[in-house]
């Protein structure tokens, strides 16, 4: 268990509609990012958040959105799904700030079939 | 999006092999990082490198942080079966102090498979 908690584990909706994921980052870190995973692909960064601000965007769609809560946890809304976007979503934790050491550690993500 | 560039994309190899990977990238990095995921899961941190020229060691696993700061290498000596699975490697810029770290931007992964 690393730490990060992403709910739900498997998610399959249909085309046109909308899901909320989840990520509880690690007790103590700040910073959530999200990333997405398409099949046999690397992982794209999709948007960072640190302590309930966006401070990084990268190559998220319209149709998606994120907010970090005062709780820190965090939720990737997908809206008007298409078939494309059926892929891995990984949330990613790190402290943040200049305590943090490197890298971030990740959840078990949340894959999402579009079908 | 940017990716880093990493080869070889797969190997294939036996038990017992040594591995060699490498990252390239056209920009520098201020950190290294190698991660390795499996089937269904997160990617897990293995080696971070922090400084130029450094080579750092976990286990079978050995890395290097280029001295020009734009590539690194991971290696895997004498493999094991559960060393199957795919490599990352990931670049990261420090912010300044008052912010989160900069994201991580990750090589395009090497899938290695070991053969019976």
């Known amino acids: 268990d690393s730490g990060v908690t992403q709910t739900p584990k498997h998610l399959i909706t249909a085309t046109g509609q909308r899901v909320t994921l989840r990520c509880s980052p690690r007790s103590g870190d700040l910073s959530v990012y999200w990333y997405q995973q398409s099949l046999d692909q690397g992982l794209q960064f999709l948007i960072q958040?640190?302590?309930?601000?966006?401070?990084a965007k990268g190559n998220i769609l319209e149709r998606f959105s994120a907010q970090q809560f005062p709780d820190l946890h965090s939720e990737l809304n997908l809206s008007s799904l298409e078939l494309g976007d059926s892929a891995l979503y990984f949330c990613?934790?790190?402290?943040?700030?200049?305590?943090?050491?490197?890298?971030?550690?990740f959840g078990s993500g949340t894959r999402l079939t579009v079908v | 999006g940017q990716q880093l560039n990493q080869s070889p994309q797969s190997m294939f190899i036996q038990e017992g092999e040594d591995v060699s990977m490498n990252c390239t990238s056209s920009s520098i990095f201020n950190t290294w990082l190698w991660y390795k995921q499996d089937p269904g899961e997160g990617p897990v941190l293995l080696i971070a490198?922090?400084?130029?020229?450094e080579l750092t060691s976990n286990g079978r696993l050995t890395a290097q942080f280029g001295i020009t700061r734009k590539d690194s290498f991971l290696n895997i000596s004498a493999s094991i079966p559960s060393d199957v699975g795919i490599y990352f490697c990931a670049g990261q810029r420090r912010l300044g102090s008052n912010f989160g770290n900069e994201k991580l931007t990750f090589g395009t992964g090497t899938r290695l498979t070991i053969i019976p």
């Open positions: 990613a934790s790190s402290v943040g700030g200049d305590r943090d050491l490197a890298g971030y550690t």
């Open positions: 958040y640190y302590n309930g601000e966006e401070r």
């Open positions: 490198l922090y400084k130029a020229g």
